[in-house]
């Protein structure tokens, strides 16, 4: 999914936009999600930043639905705990489960609706800016902004070799798979030890290898980053404060749209 994301990353609409527009976009529209105390504002992000990624990136309604589906289930599931476990006030729903009496109450359905508009807002936000921004460009938009030149080396480094390794790791399973190692439950679990006590000696190689190469290219602790030299336009900055404007108007004045 890693190759799926880069490459739409780099062939998307918006690919020529400015880097620090669509970073900006993306965080101001998390905070905005993360500090709403009602729904209103992050399901209004999530269907603002939805229709942007799929009508002007052009990513396929296909691949960002699917792309949104996991974290909604994980989602789906915290929501349905809150509203059984918490809050008081008007008994909504009721039921009985094993023996045991649960009961959805008003403001325990209001947090898991909170939560759950919350969740859908950050990642719409979060696939916004990895759908349209190449990890790259963000990486120079940090440079630009004084971050440090080893926090950003160090992140450069543990997301190109998360991949490295995850295929590594996925070369191994495929082998022991071939082999039968799967078959059983005791069986898999020493096939997982294998694999993950392999993995890591892989990657002691792997990391002794990259300090042996950096050395041999006269590495002076900094690596030269090229960052893009598109500028926001006027009408793309009023677009994005526009629709700031919204989302925190709605933010604050969106009491009532969906109280129970």
């Known amino acids: 999914m890693h190759n799926l994301l880069d490459d739409y990353a780099h062939h998307n609409a918006l690919r020529d936009v400015s880097p620090r527009l669509k970073l900006f976009i993306g965080l101001a529209s998390m905070l905005i999600c993360v500090s709403s105390p009602y729904p209103a504002a992050p399901l209004f992000v999530a269907l603002f930043l939805s229709l942007a990624a799929v009508l002007l990136a052009r990513i396929p309604v296909r691949i960002y639905s699917r792309l949104l589906l996991l974290p909604l289930s994980f989602a789906l599931l915290s929501a349905g705990v809150v509203a059984l476990m918490q809050g008081e006030g008007r008994v909504l729903l009721q039921m009985q489960l094993l023996g045991i009496d649960l009961a959805?109450?008003?403001?325990?359905?209001?947090?898991?609706?909170?939560?759950?508009?919350?969740?859908?807002?950050?990642?719409?936000?979060?696939y916004f800016i990895a759908l349209s921004t190449p990890m790259i460009e963000i990486f120079a938009t940090l440079k630009s902004l004084r971050i440090p030149y080893s926090v950003i080396?160090?992140?450069?480094?543990?997301?190109?070799?998360?991949?490295?390794?995850?295929?590594?790791?996925?070369?191994?399973?495929?082998?022991?798979?071939?082999?039968?190692?799967?078959?059983?439950?005791?069986s898999s679990l020493h096939s997982f030890a294998m694999l993950a006590s392999v993995l890591?000696?892989?990657?002691?190689?792997?990391?002794?290898?990259l300090v042996l190469a950096m050395d041999s290219r006269c590495y002076d602790g900094k690596l030269n980053i090229m960052e893009q030299a598109g500028k926001a336009t006027s009408l793309q900055m009023l677009i994005v404060a526009v629709y700031l404007l919204l989302a925190s108007t709605i933010a604050v004045l969106g009491r009532g749209a969906f109280l129970l």
Request: net charge positive; proline share 0%; charged share 20%.
């Open 153 to 186: 080396e160090l992140s450069m480094m543990i997301y190109r070799y998360i991949f490295v390794f995850l295929d590594q790791a996925a070369r191994i399973h495929s082998a022991q798979v071939m082999r039968l190692g799967d078959a059983g439950a005791k």
């Open 200 to 209: 890591f000696l892989r990657s002691w190689e792997q990391g002794e290898r």
């Open 104 to 126: 959805v109450r008003q403001e325990g359905a209001s947090l898991a609706l909170l939560l759950l508009a919350r969740t859908f807002g950050g990642m719409c936000s979060l």
